[in-house]
Nanobody
Framework: QLHLVESGGDLVQPGGSLRLSCTSSGFTLDYYAIGWFRQAPGKEREGVSCISGTGGSTHYADSVKGRFTISKDNAKNTVYLHMNSLKPEDTAIYYC?????????????????????WGQGTQVTVSS
C-alpha cells in the first residue's frame, strides 16, 4: 500500500505563506499523479492543485491560481504545495492524495477519477 504523510500546516496571518509537503513511504511517484485537496468545516472537499507523475502537467483551482504552486521531486518521493498570499478562506485541513490510474490531472482535481491513496491531513489556519 502507498502511504502518504503531509506536513507543514500551521497558523499564519492573512498574507502569509506556507509550504506543505507530502512524502510517500518509499514508493516511487514517477507514475502517480498527486493532488492536494482541502476541506473546511461545512464545505465539500475541494481539489486545490494536482500534478502528473512526471510533473509535466498541473492543475489549479480558480480560487488558488496565482497564489499556490505545486511541485514534485520524484527522487525524494515528495510533493510540495507552496502557498502565498494566504486568505482566511484558505483555512482547512489539507490532504495529499495519489492515484496511478486516471485520465488527466484535471479529472483528479475535479474528483472525476479514482483516487486510491490519502494522507492523514495537515491543518492550515489563516487568521489574525
Amino acid at each position: 500500500q502507498l502511504h502518504l504523510v503531509e506536513s507543514g500546516g500551521d497558523l499564519v496571518q492573512p498574507g502569509g505563506s506556507l509550504r506543505l509537503s507530502c512524502t510517500s513511504s518509499g514508493f516511487t511517484l514517477d507514475y502517480y499523479a498527486i493532488g492536494w485537496f482541502r476541506q473546511a468545516p461545512g464545505k465539500e472537499r475541494e481539489g486545490v492543485s494536482c500534478i502528473s507523475g512526471t510533473g509535466g502537467s498541473t492543475h489549479y483551482a480558480d480560487s488558488v491560481k496565482g497564489r499556490f504552486t505545486i511541485s514534485k521531486d520524484n527522487a525524494k518521493n515528495t510533493v510540495y504545495l507552496h502557498m502565498n498570499s494566504l486568505k482566511p478562506e484558505d483555512t482547512a485541513i489539507y490532504y495529499c492524495a495519489a492515484e496511478h490510474y486516471l485520465t488527466t490531472v484535471q479529472d483528479m482535481c475535479n474528483q472525476k477519477s479514482r483516487i486510491g491513496y490519502w494522507g492523514q491531513g495537515t491543518q492550515v489556519t489563516v487568521s489574525s
